[in-house]
């Protein structure tokens, strides 16, 4: 794909699993994923 990224966050998020910011390339993950097993996401 081609893309850098600057940097990645953990955050507690209440409504979303992640978001990016391609600006400033960005990724902020929601810090539930790691409890979520394939099957269940």
């Known amino acids: 794909m081609g893309v850098k990224v600057a940097g990645y966050f953990l ?9 990016c910011n391609h600006g400033r390339a960005h990724i902020r993950l929601n810090t539930e994923l790691v409890e979520k097993t394939q099957e269940s996401a």
């Open 11 to 19: 955050q507690r998020m209440k409504t979303q699993w992640g978001s």
